[in-house]
């Protein structure tokens, strides 16, 4: 409505969400947004009816004709009370918001209500945090993978599932149940220990201060976690409902996966916790490998053209330029409306990019196709190569060959794949470093953070990694940075690559947030 | 070529309206979770996942799809309330296009209505509790002088029924002030009515 504030809004998509990186606004808004839908992710990645939703939300993308979607989101509704309820309150909890009605989304107070039913309105936070986790955990956590393990995927029918193992039924057992005075207790307990210590007593607008998540606080608060958790299964065990412990249940989710796999020869994708970081806790939730973060700048229009047909160069004068990305033809598909010549049949292919303009507006964006990257050897302009990390995996040959032709200084890796497990892979082995800087990058109404670095070895270093993302995603990779031991012993923070790069930066960033459509290392889906 | 069928608005706001009006004491978090995810999924407002959304929505419709979907809603929800949950969408939409004796229509006000009405927003007998004897001194002397309390009772509740008063506890009515009339109220009787 004209006049009113626009106010974020964020959409999950169980591998994934969703943000608009909108310059301006409320930031205290926009990271409540992005911590909800990556506390939908966190709930899905780490229980076992979660597991059972994401591998039939993956059958359903590979095989979009058969009846997997409707699995999916029969699923879905048997838990979407208990996921809302989780992520308004995980969300409001550890933004340091209070646990009331949230301003500008009324849809959402219903939620806000259940979770006071569950955990008390007068609870410290400190114990709200354990205390709902606990209750979700246990909500998510019942024998649903061993059920279906004993059937063919295709024949499994949600509704085999019992009234006591759907999680929106849990969790109006539990909200009947005395867990809500278990909780309580548990805060009145906590309060006569900790009631006196700085953690607890919280400063100013923060209830919830990080010291109490770390050491000595940090594992009761693990222990509190327990604690609850124990309540909780014993509130739904003594209704009928079966509850296994935490992480009990990875063995029958890999071998539902598998199973999964084998109807999808050509490859299922599953980006979860298991695939991604199978040792790694830290990982749990790729916040930064899950965003999809749609940009508005770029012309929908866009002309795909033969080599000889037409320049391809961007700039004028000094800063003229030729700028080679691969991408995948597939997503070309997807985010412009394409003319001009058809694209080729393969799985990535290399354009030299750039934008028409048509007096001041920017018009359409033309792709101008480069089968050979020797046909540029006699160009006179600077040639800047940038591959997108999934174009690179989808057709690793062609990749290369545009690695070995392209000067080191003007290569970049722009990440459109899940980068944090790429990045603990590339720095595991010798005495490899990223080498980092992370600037917010304003443009066209947008705000982008970007993550850019090198990994050196030596002598050797890779292309420019860039890796766009928001302010939520910024924030957990500098968190990941120092909590992860092998990012720990890698991650070079080197306040200066800016200006080292930024020949090369402008030029990469201008064409990535001018003529891309969706950034973001949870975007290879498109 | 026929006309095509008049546009229907319909709100979050009248959402609440419609699930207080045919639940008004319940506390079923499971039913409600049905009627919700059944009317957004019947007015074709969310593609596939879970949204974080500010606001609350208002859609633009024909008038058949909007009377289907709050139909769908409420049968959704009946299911629930009867133990039958993972109903399939379509069974309950096509059961929904089947179920006409639901009245979704505005109730007709008569003229000594919409005077007790207007009297009331006259004098500022908006948005708190009254009973039917304050609501009766609000009007002329003369119409006073020749209606009862029962028959202002009656009027009050034609004003529910129409969206333009609420029950308070108690047996009084609170009157909406202009333009903060409920859209739409549902009455499970006569569709003849």
């Known amino acids: 409505m004209g006049g009113e504030p626009q106010l974020e809004s964020g959409r999950y998509q169980w591998f994934g969400w969703t943000v608009s990186p909108t310059a301006g606004g409320d930031v205290s808004r926009k990271r409540l947004v992005e911590t909800h839908e990556y506390f939908h992710r966190q709930l899905d990645d780490v229980t076992a009816f979660g597991g059972l939703v994401t591998t039939f939300a993956a059958l359903a993308e590979a095989r979009p004709e058969g009846t997997w979607a409707d699995v999916r989101d029969r699923l879905q509704a048997m838990s979407d009370l208990l996921h809302e309820t989780f992520a308004v309150g995980m969300s409001l909890l550890t933004t340091q918001r209070q646990l009331v009605r949230i301003e500008g989304y009324p849809l959402y107070d219903r939620f806000v209500g259940i979770v006071l039913r569950l955990v008390g309105a007068n609870v410290h936070p400190w114990v709200a945090l354990a205390a709902l986790r606990a209750a979700a955990l246990a909500c998510m956590q019942g024998p649903v993978l061993a059920l279906v393990g004993s059937e063919a995927l295709e024949r499994f029918d949600p509704a085999s599932l019992e009234r006591s193992e759907r999680p929106n039924h849990r969790l109006v057992t539990l909200l009947s149940s005395d867990f809500p005075d278990a909780v309580a207790a548990a805060h009145e307990r906590a309060r006569q220990t900790h009631g006196r210590e700085a953690w607890w007593l919280g400063s100013e607008g923060v209830g919830l201060t990080p010291e109490s998540m770390d050491g000595e606080a940090g594992a009761r608060s693990q222990d509190l976690h327990q604690e609850l958790f124990g309540a909780a299964s014993s509130a739904l065990q003594a209704a009928g409902a079966s509850v296994i412990s935490l992480n009990a249940h990875h063995g029958d989710l890999a071998a539902l996966v598998r199973r999964a796999r084998e109807l999808v020869p050509e490859g299922l994708i599953r980006i979860g916790a298991l695939v991604e970081a199978p040792d790694a806790e830290l990982l749990h939730g790729g916040a930064l490998d899950s965003q999809t973060i749609p940009l508005s700048a770029a012309p929908r229009r866009a002309a795909v053209l033969p080599y000889g047909s037409i320049s391809g160069l961007s700039g004028e004068g000094p800063s003229r330029h030729g700028f080679v990305t691969l991408v995948r033809p597939d997503r070309l598909r997807d985010c412009y409306e394409l003319q001009g010549a058809p694209l080729p049949q393969a799985s990535a292919i290399a354009c030299l990019r750039s934008t028409v303009f048509d007096g001041e507006e920017r018009d359409s964006v033309l792709f101008v196709v480069v089968e050979d990257p020797n046909v540029l050897r006699d160009e006179t302009v600077p040639i800047y190569v940038s591959l997108s990390s999934s174009a690179a995996a989808a057709a690793p040959e062609l990749a290369a060959a545009w690695m070995r032709h392209a000067d080191p200084s003007r290569l970049s890796v722009v990440m459109d794949t899940p980068a944090t497990a790429a990045l603990r892979r590339w720095c595991s082995a010798g005495r490899a470093r990223f080498r980092t800087a992370t600037r917010r990058v304003s443009v066209a109404g947008m705000d982008v953070w970007i993550i850019a670095g090198r990994v050196e070895d030596g002598a050797r270093r890779s292309a420019l990694v860039v890796m766009p993302t928001t302010e939520f995603g910024a924030r957990w990779f500098e968190a990941a940075s120092a909590e992860d031991a092998v990012l720990d012993a890698a991650v070079v923070v080197d306040a200066d690559l800016f200006e080292q790069e930024s020949a090369h930066l402008d030029v990469v960033l201008n064409h990535l947030l001018l003529e891309e459509h969706v950034v973001g290392m949870g975007s290879w889906r498109r | ?193």
């Not at chain 2, 500022?124 to 020749?146: H, I």
Request: charged share 30%; with cysteine.
């Open chain 2, 1 to 193: 070529m026929s006309e095509p069928e008049p546009l229907m608005r319909l709100s979050f706001d009248d959402a609440e309206e419609l699930w207080a009006a045919w639940a008004p004491d319940s506390e079923d978090l499971l039913a409600r979770a049905a009627f919700d995810r059944t009317l957004r999924w019947a007015l074709g407002m969310e593609d596939e996942g879970l949204y974080f959304r500010p606001g609350g929505w208002i859609v633009d419709l024909p008038a058949t799809v909007v009377r289907l979907a709050c139909a769908a809603a409420i049968l959704a929800a009946g299911f629930q309330f009867a133990g039958l949950d993972d109903v399939d969408r379509e069974l309950v939409i096509a059961t929904a296009g089947l179920v006409s004796a639901m009245n979704v229509r505005r109730v007709r006000l008569a003229a000594e209505d919409r005077l007790l009405v207007e009297r009331m927003r006259d004098q500022s007998l908006t948005d708190l509790p009254v009973s039917s004897k304050q609501a009766r001194r609000a009007l002329p002397r003369r119409v006073r002088d020749r209606t009862t309390r029962e028959q202002i009772h009656d009027a009050l509740e034609r004003l529910v029924a129409a969206g333009v008063a609420d029950r308070a506890p108690g047996g009084e009515y609170i009157v909406r002030a202009a333009g903060r009339e409920a859209w739409i109220r549902v009455s499970l009787g006569d569709p003849t009515a």
